[in-house]
Structures are given as C-alpha cells and as structure tokens.
C-alpha cells in the first residue's frame, strides 16, 4: 500500500525520525536492490546528517545480481557501509549486527578501553513504503513483531527488539517519501510496485517496463512469452505495444475481434514481473 504523500506529510514523517534519531547509534536505510537510488529519499544526507548509517539492499532475491554489485561498489566509494539482503528469505539478515559493530566500531572500543561492558547498540529502520522495513525487523526480530504494511498516523508505544549480536531495534521504522522529481524516477517506483498504480496508468507503467527491460532482459520475455522477434527499434512505440499484445496473447487476455485486453496484459505482466517470475532484473545502474 503506499502514502499520499503531501508536504505537511513529508514534515510531519521528517520530524519523527529526527526525534527518533536521538535515541539510536545507528540508521539502517532500506533500498530497493533494483532501483536503489529512485528507492532512496531525496533528502536523507539532510535528515540523518551525521548519524552512523548502514545502507541495505533489500529484495537482492529479485535484483540482477551484476547490478546489485555494482551498486555495492557505488556506495562503498560513497563511504558508506552497503550490504545486500534479501528479508523475506533471510539470506544476508545474520551479518547485520556485525556490520553495525563495524560501524561502530570507535564508539564500542572507547567504552572497552573505558573497562565498561558495550551497551546494545540501538538502530533505526527507514525507508519508503513497500521497501520492506516491516519484513525486515520480523526477520531480526525472529518473530512477528512489525504489522506488514504502513499505516501512517497510527502510533503506539515504542518498544526496543533484541536481535542476535548485541544490537536493538526501534519496532517502528521509519518511512520516508520516495523521489517525485523525476517521471522516469515514478514509473521505476510504479514497476516495482512502490507507488499507487492509480497514479499513473497502468498501461504506460507496463509499456515503461517492456522498454527498459526488453533491452536487457529479452530472453526472459522471449521465453516465457513465445515472443518470435524482440523489438528492434526500442523508441518505437509500436513495437513495444506489440509485445505487450505477444504477452496478452499468452496469457489469454483477449477481447471480441480476437483483439488484446491491454489493460489485463499489463496487469498481469507488472505482476509476474513483481514476482520474480520473468527473472531478476535491476531498473537503474550506477
Ligand atoms: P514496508 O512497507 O517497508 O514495511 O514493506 P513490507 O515489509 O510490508 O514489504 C513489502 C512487500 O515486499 C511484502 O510483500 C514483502 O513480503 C515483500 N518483501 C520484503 N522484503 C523482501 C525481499 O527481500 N524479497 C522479496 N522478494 N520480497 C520482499
């Protein structure tokens, strides 16, 4: 489900983590391993500022793993800590706390050399809506803890989870506001399903998602789709639609005169391209 996002919403959901930010050592921030920087707030260097932070590539099940390489590398010559992890399996969940220490390294060290016992280190979860915040503290968390979904304006008492390796989690994320600025940025969000379809059609959000990834995914779409030829001029719309009708004709979405139900095809096309089931595939490269 995602937010109406308005300004009073985006203050209102700023402040709330700049007073959460208080009480932890550390940010995770959540991005989609497949568009990680149309996923990534625009104003999160402002809003975290200073506070130690650990970027996490989430749904790497899904992404093109060449890609999501490259990302990594991409935010480590930021100077941040980048790690891959796929929440709904838990594959990379295990090597969160260690990382964390590793960013925290100085401050734990001073409170060893100080002969203290290092506390549990605190952190935060944020990211946009559908980025997989919710699924991740479960994993942590071993547990159902965080309800899946968002519901904005709804509070309730902030508890800290214990998670393996001396590190704590607030139980309500964070949730920011995806980028706006850009109508290439809106249609990635759409395609992965990270905004409302009803913002934008469907169809052009489909017919997007033939043109970027008939480029370099082709095979997928060819195999799943019995497609006979790929598009050979891409800025042609009409050879896009055609394999938009290839894939409707597949999947059966027909009307009278034998004609393709567009709008059916692209729903069903965004939905097995959201499952995974036309391979893993990245929206943007560095
Ligand atoms: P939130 O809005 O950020 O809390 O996102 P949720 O935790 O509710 O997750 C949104 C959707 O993404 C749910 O359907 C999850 O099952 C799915 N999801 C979350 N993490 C992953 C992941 O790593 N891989 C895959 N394939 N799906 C995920």
Same mark, same amino acid.
């Given at each position: 489900?995602?937010?109406?996002?308005?300004?009073?919403?985006?203050?209102?959901?700023?402040?709330?983590?700049?007073?959460?930010?208080?009480?932890?050592?550390?940010?995770?921030?959540?991005?989609?391993?497949?568009?990680?920087?149309?996923?990534?707030?625009?104003?999160?260097?402002?809003?975290?500022?200073?506070?130690?932070?650990?970027?996490?590539?989430?749904?790497?099940?899904?992404?093109?793993?060449?890609?999501?390489?490259?990302?990594?590398?991409?935010?480590?010559?930021?100077?941040?800590?980048?790690?891959?992890?796929?929440?709904?399996?838990?594959?990379?969940?295990?090597?969160?706390?260690?990382?964390?220490?590793?960013?925290?390294?100085?401050?734990?060290?001073?409170?060893?050399?100080?002969?203290?016992?290092?506390?549990?280190?605190?952190?935060?979860?944020?990211?946009?809506?559908?980025?997989?915040?919710?699924?991740?503290?479960?994993?942590?968390?071993?547990?159902?803890?965080?309800?899946?979904?968002?519901?904005?304006?709804?509070?309730?008492?902030?508890?800290?989870?214990?998670?393996?390796?001396?590190?704590?989690?607030?139980?309500?994320?964070?949730?920011?506001?995806?980028?706006?600025?850009?109508?290439?940025?809106?249609?990635?969000?759409?395609?992965?399903?990270?905004?409302?379809?009803?913002?934008?059609?469907?169809?052009?959000?489909?017919?997007? @998602?033939?043109?970027? !990834?008939?480029? &370099?995914?082709? =095979?997928?779409?060819?195999? /799943? $789709?019995?497609? *006979?030829?790929?598009?050979?001029?891409?800025?042609?719309?009409?050879?896009?639609?055609?394999?938009?009708?290839?894939?409707?004709?597949?999947?059966?979405?027909?009307?009278?005169?034998?004609?393709?139900?567009?709008?059916? @095809?692209?729903?069903? !096309?965004?939905? &097995?391209?959201? =499952?995974?089931?036309?391979? /893993? $595939?990245?929206? *943007?490269?560095?």
């Amino acid at each position: 489900m995602a937010i109406q996002w308005f300004p009073g919403h985006m203050t209102k959901a700023r402040r709330q983590i700049e007073d959460k930010l208080k009480l932890i050592d550390v940010c995770i921030e959540l991005l989609d391993s497949r568009l990680p920087l149309s996923s990534r707030n625009p104003m999160i260097d402002d809003i975290l500022r200073d506070k130690p932070r650990l970027i996490i590539l989430n749904k790497a099940d899904l992404a093109d793993p060449e890609a999501t390489r490259k990302w990594l590398a991409y935010f480590r010559a930021e100077g941040h800590v980048a790690h891959p992890v796929d929440a709904a399996t838990g594959t990379g969940i295990k090597e969160i706390p260690e990382q964390v220490k590793l960013l925290l390294k100085e401050k734990i060290d001073r409170q060893i050399a100080k002969g203290m016992n290092p506390r549990p280190s605190r952190a935060l979860i944020v990211g946009i809506p559908n980025v997989g915040k919710s699924t991740l503290i479960n994993r942590m968390a071993g547990k159902n803890i965080a309800a899946t979904g968002d519901r904005p304006g709804v509070t309730k008492g902030q508890q800290w989870i214990k998670t393996g390796g001396n590190l704590e989690l607030l139980d309500t994320p964070g949730i920011l506001w995806p980028k706006f600025e850009d109508q290439d940025v809106g249609y990635r969000l759409a395609v992965t399903g990270a905004i409302k379809e009803e913002i934008l059609n469907i169809e052009d959000i489909a017919f997007f @998602a033939v043109k970027y !990834l008939v480029k &370099d995914y082709g =095979a997928s779409f060819q195999e /799943r $789709f019995g497609i *006979e030829k790929l598009p050979e001029d891409l800025e042609n719309p009409d050879e896009i639609v055609a394999v938009m009708e290839a894939v409707g004709r597949k999947r059966g979405c027909l009307i009278s005169g034998g004609r393709v139900d567009l709008e059916k @095809a692209s729903r069903l !096309l965004l939905h &097995d391209l959201r =499952a995974g089931k036309l391979g /893993r $595939f990245t929206l *943007e490269t560095p």
